[in-house]
């Protein structure tokens, strides 16, 4: 059994951040041959088609990072109904220039908890279109666009029983999907 390397895109910059916290219980959920890398999207530059042909540094690295995984786990936050600016700005980033995309071919998962009662649904499906055009072959079912409730999520990063037991039917959806497409 080969160990599976997950790049995992956290769509929030916030220090205590709700999905950061959904990132870490998804990984105690996970099998013991998945490793979940969390890749720093907090000092990419805002993407400008003239910095093509000379990337910074911090894209270079992103695109190294998504590169090197098996796949790849989007955990956003919602803003105004949309994906946060700066996972844009990430995904703009590692999939530039045209032609040269880090994300081409990457397997994906979608997942997001926010306060308020649809979760990140709205984010979640502005999200996939770009996925697609991207040709990441992503998880579709099982949804999970959680509400966080006091208590959700404790300081090492678990989940609560209560919602334990639904992400552990995505964690084992998502392994599968990751295993189907780049092998056991």
Known sequence: MSQKKIAVVIGS??????NRKLALAIAHLAPAD???EHVRIDDLPLYNQDEDGNQ??????????IAAADG???VTAEYNRSIPGVL????DNASRPYGQSAWAGKPAGVVGVSVGPIGTA?????LRPILAYLDMPTLN?????????EGMFDDKGHIAETSKQFLQGWVDKYVAWINLHVGK
Do not use: C, G, M, W
């Open 34 to 36: 998945f490793t979940f």
């Open 72 to 74: 790849v786990l989007f």
């Open 88 to 91: 844009k700005n990430a995904i």
């Open 141 to 149: 079912q099982p949804e999970v666009y959680i509400q966080n409730k």
């Open 13 to 18: 910059l916030r220090k205590d951040s709700l």
């Open 122 to 126: 709205a984010a979640q499906q502005h």
């Open 56 to 65: 910074s540094a911090s894209v270079r690295r992103l695109k190294s990072e």
